[in-house]
Structures are given as C-alpha cells and as structure tokens.
C-alpha cells in the first residue's frame, strides 16, 4: 500500500516544514531537508527535487546496464560516485526518478479545473456569486476561478495573499513588488510570514492560468485569530493556509456586502502546525498571541 510506495519515495523539503518531514520518515520514506532560498539558487528545494530526480533516472539507467559497462566508476552531476549516492539517497529497489514540479505542471491546474471546480458549482447548485483563496502552487485557485468563470462571468474571484508573496502586488499593480521596495525600501524579509504553503514571489504557470478580479492582503495575526475563532464558534481545527482563506472570505463578504454566497477553501488542518501556528513560544516572541472574543480583529464588533 502507501508505505511500500514511501519507502522508494526521496521527498525533499526545506527545514521549515518539521511535522511535515516526521510525517514522511514515518511512513518509511528518505526525507532531504535543504535551507530556504531563492528559486534562483541552485539549492531551492524545487531545484535540489528536480536534480534528485535526474539523478535516480541516472542511477537507474545505469543498473539497467551494469553487465556492460563500470558503473562504479560513474561521477553525477555534483560529484559523487554512484556508490555514495546508493549509501545516503537511494535505495538498492530504486527504479528510477519522478519530479512532480507542481509549480509548474499545468496537471496541478487541470486537477482543480476539472475535479474542485465542478465540485464547487454542483455543491452550491451554482448559485454562488464569489471565490476567494490563497495561492502556493497557484493550482487551485487558478483552476476553481477560470472553471468558475467559463460557467458564470459575473462570480467574482479573488487572492488572499499573506505578508511576504508578491501575487497581492501583481494582481493589484501588475508587479511583484510593493511602492516601497520600487524605492529600495523592504520593509520586511519576504520569509517572515508564519503562514505555510502560501504566498510566494514569483509567477508560476499555474498562477498564471487565474481568472481574477483582484486581491486581498492578509496578516499573520488576522490568520491566527481567525483560527482561534473558528476552533472556538464552529469546532474546525484549521491550518494557516485555510484560516487565511476564512480572512479572505470575510474580506470578500464586507466588499461585496450582505446577501452574497462566497466560497473559499479548508486546504489543511492544525494537526500539521502544532510546531508553530499553534504554540505559544512560537507566537508570543512575534505579538501574534490571539487575544480576540470574536471578530473584532476583521472590524467586525459584536459577532
């Protein structure tokens, strides 16, 4: 079943995603935990994912003809032997490489077209009049919204962007990035968000596939408020990425005002953010402790 499969399965992570890495080396699978850095660098996570898949075809095509030639002697891109690479990466039943590279492969946006899409418009009978939701990939948002769109031209679809991504300036300002870093001037390190899985500061050919009529800018402490609130009023354990896409459903509700059906997405739940969305030690340094009785932090009194 799925372990036998994570077990010939090298996922490459970078080290912000703790639990996530647990999860993975508990199932069996072999998990390279890399810095964050820039997609330009050679050793982006998106990068180091793409080589390690070049690198297993390679290996395995060279088992495939280990009678005829010395494959010991064999040098990989980086340097190392193929004997060194068996030892710290690859398994001996390694078959070969697959990168999914769901950044960029449109399979990723056709999911959401064909599969959440269609979703969205039956369970709503088609009577919804707007979508909003945060972009990592650009995958669900893109296929929901253009899906949306071709069926109904006047649901309005939105981005919910946290502190840090470049899409809200995009969407808004057709650049990705903000008047202030234009004059030399970033107020803030792009990483800083306590948010995962969202928000990024390049175009991908996912994102670039969204229907959009415009965007929204989220904080780290609305999307830690917003958790509290849905844990405590409606008894949903929720990750970041989706607290943030319930921020862009209120932000969406005051634009449009009342009388509006407006969807967003519960991508994840807390159980993966206990090492930081949910821990005090982590949030209290940052003044990100939630302190709200109810929706005050969306200027909203009384609910």
Avoid at 23 to 43: C, F, M, N, Q, Y
């Amino acid at each position: 079943g799925l372990l036998t499969v994570l077990r010939n399965f090298v996922y490459v992570l970078p080290h912000p995603y703790i639990h996530q890495s647990q999860i993975i080396e508990a199932l069996g699978a072999t998990v390279e935990r890399v810095r964050p850095v820039s997609i330009t660098h050679k050793d982006h996570f998106v990068n180091v994912a793409r080589r390690r898949a070049a690198e297993a075809n390679e290996l395995a095509a060279l088992r495939s003809k280990s009678n005829q030639i010395p494959i010991k002697e064999h040098q990989f891109m980086n340097g190392d032997t193929i004997e060194e690479k068996k030892s710290y990466i690859f398994s001996n039943e390694c078959t070969g490489g697959f990168f999914a590279d769901q950044f960029e492969n449109l399979a990723n946006f056709r999911a959401h077209y064909e599969g959440t899409g269609p979703e969205v418009w039956e369970q709503t009978d088609g009577k919804l009049h707007a979508f909003v939701a945060a972009a990592g990939t650009g995958g669900t948002v893109a296929g929901i919204s253009q899906f949306l769109k071709e069926k109904d031209a006047n649901i309005k679809c939105f981005l919910i962007d946290p502190p840090g991504s470049g899409l809200f300036n995009r969407v808004t300002r057709g650049v990705m990035y903000t008047k202030e870093e234009a004059e030399g001037k970033r107020l803030r390190n792009p990483f800083d968000s306590i948010t995962e899985g969202i928000g990024i500061n390049r175009l991908t050919q996912n994102f670039m596939m969204a229907k959009l009529d415009g965007a929204f800018r989220g904080t780290d402490k609305e999307a830690v408020e917003m958790s509290r609130y849905l844990l405590k009023n409606d008894g949903l354990f929720l990750g970041s990425s989706s607290a943030m896409n319930c921020v862009g459903a209120v932000r969406v509700a005051q634009a449009l005002g009342p009388g509006h059906t407006i969807v967003t997405i519960l991508c994840d739940n807390g159980m993966r953010h206990l090492s930081r969305f949910y821990k005090t030690e982590y949030l209290s340094p940052l003044g990100l402790m939630p302190s709200a009785s109810g929706l005050e932090f969306m200027g909203i009194v009384g609910k």
